[in-house]
């Protein structure tokens, strides 16, 4: 498996995260966004305003306005093709994830999201997780709990793209999340990432990030891929998906497949072979 080589251990380890060049080839990045455009007219779970608390997915028939380039939220999307599953040990963005995390993990969510361009965004900033996590952060020596990472299936060009906004170092801090203007992409220490289709940042769910607003004249769309330490938990799906039958060993581990029956200890301590599904060939 491929290792972070030293410069991006150093990035990881001081900016809290890594960003891997051409992690998609321009054939995924075509069928990804073809993909996207089609799941808006189908089933799934989006945030519902209004009805829903912050945060919380209900399930909608389609998304409410159809244009490819409107703003979408889509969670839990593996169901909708097999590629969705085989993007979660694709090669080298989770040799890294592997590399950081360590081999005790299982995916625990993935979305698709579109940022579209407009004036009314304006953007926010957070750390991943919910209020549990938002108080935990581990040491600069430690493994983190928990890992996403971020694939652009559009080339951000220029500020104000609903680019993907980090605050570098900022994995080690406490974010001020009842701070009043709350943190955003202004604030001081903001870097929104340019980048390529195809492009992938890996980072903790502990660094300050979230998008910015996008003036740019064309959305943003992008998937998201969530690992965590497996004691954790999915907290995406409750089950292996029906539709990852032809998945591998390790895709079926990951999507929290023990290879028995579950019996109290199950995911608190590991199945013996997790380090060889972990680190075997997919297949
Ligand atoms: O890509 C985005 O627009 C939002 C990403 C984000 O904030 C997140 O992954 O938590």
Redesign the pocket.
Known sequence: MKKLSEEQRIRWDVDGYVVVEGALSSDQICFFNDEIDRIRAVPGWEPIPDMLPRGHYGWVEKCVDQDPEAFMDRRDILPYHQAFIDLIDHSPVFDYVVDVMGTNIIFSMSQA?V?ASGNSFPGYT?T?GGEGQREVRVTETSRPIAV?A?YLLSDVEGPNS?N?TVFPGSHMRPIQWRQDPPVGPNTPGAVPLTGKAGDCVIFPHALW???SPNNSGRARK?L?YNYCQMFMRQYDFEKVPPTAQRATRRQRRLLGDLGYDFRPGSYFYVPDDQTEVIMGEAG
């Open positions: 999201i940022r957070h991943d996403k971020l609903g993907f990030h979230g998008p992008t998201l």
